[in-house]
Structure formats: structure tokens, C-alpha cells
């Protein structure tokens, strides 16, 4: 049995986590901080969404709203090509953490996954000053 690599990449966000939860649970606010993954987002029939990103146009797949602070999504490069990407929101006293797991595959470099951990980490730092600038009182 064979595992990948594996970062955990999370950020302390400073509103409380149903207000965060709400707002990640809807993938027409991803193109307010994703830029690694979204320029604009709208959804399909088929309950997929179609990405303008930075590789150009994808398609993805957004875990249903649950109880559990899951936010995962699968993005969906091709018939043959889908990445999954866990992300769960927690509560941490008043405020909330939101970790996201990126998956190092076969073909990405241990330079791309660097880079891959960066951007991600720079967009969650927008989110949480996205976030407190919405929502902080």
C-alpha cells in the first residue's frame, strides 16, 4: 500500500465557525480568495461548476452542505484526471481553524509542490482577512 506526500495547510480565522462554514460552503465566493483555483465559478445542470482558473477551464464538484465542517471539493481536469482537495473548517474557541490537505501526486514535482503549498497558504491568508474585514464587528 502506497501513500502520497501530504501537506496540511491550515489558518486561524477570526470569525466564529458557522459564519465561516456558510461562506466556504458556497462555491460563488471562491473567486473572492481561491486565485490558485478560481478567476469566476458558475454551476452547471449537473450539479458540477465550471472554473475559469489559472490552467484554464475546469470543472468541479463541492462536497453538500453537512454538519461536519467538510468543504472538500474535486476538481476535475478531464475524463481521467480528478483532485481531490479535503478542507474542514473546526472551531477554535470564538474564531475557527480551516485546514486544507494538498496532495503531492505522481507527476508534480517536489518544486511544483512547494509552490502548490505557497499559493495555497497565500490564498487562506486572504480568506481570513477577507473574512474579518466581512464579518468582524
Known amino acids: 500500500m502506497s501513500t502520497y506526500p ?3 495547510i491550515s489558518i486561524h480565522l477570526s470569525v466564529d465557525l458557522q459564519t465561516a462554514y456558510d461562506y466556504l460552503a458556497d462555491p ?8 490558485g483555483l478560481c478567476k ?12 475559469d482558473s ?3 477551464e475546469l470543472k468541479a464538484v463541492f462536497t453538500e452542505k453537512n454538519q461536519y ?6 476538481v476535475i481536469f478531464g475524463p481521467d484526471k ?3 482537495n479535503p478542507m474542514r473548517i473546526l472551531a477554535n474557541d470564538q474564531g475557527s481553524e480551516l485546514v486544507f490537505t494538498l496532495f503531492q501526486l505522481p507527476e508534480m514535482s517536489d518544486k511544483k509542490f512547494e509552490e502548490d503549498a505557497a499559493w495555497v497558504k497565500k490564498d487562506l491568508t486572504e480568506l481570513s482577512e477577507l473574512l474579518k474585514k466581512k464579518f468582524s464587528k
Do not use: C, Y
Not at 469566476?40 to 472554473?51: A, F, H, M, R, V
Not at 465542517?69 to 474535486?74: E, M, R
Open 6 to 8: 501530504v501537506r496540511h
Open 28 to 35: 460563488r465566493n471562491f473567486p473572492e480568495w481561491a486565485s
Open 40 to 51: 469566476s465559478i458558475q454551476p452547471l445542470e449537473n450539479g458540477e461548476w465550471l472554473i
Open 54 to 56: 489559472p490552467m484554464g
Open 69 to 74: 465542517g467538510v468543504l472538500d471539493h474535486t
Open 82 to 84: 480528478k483532485v481531490n
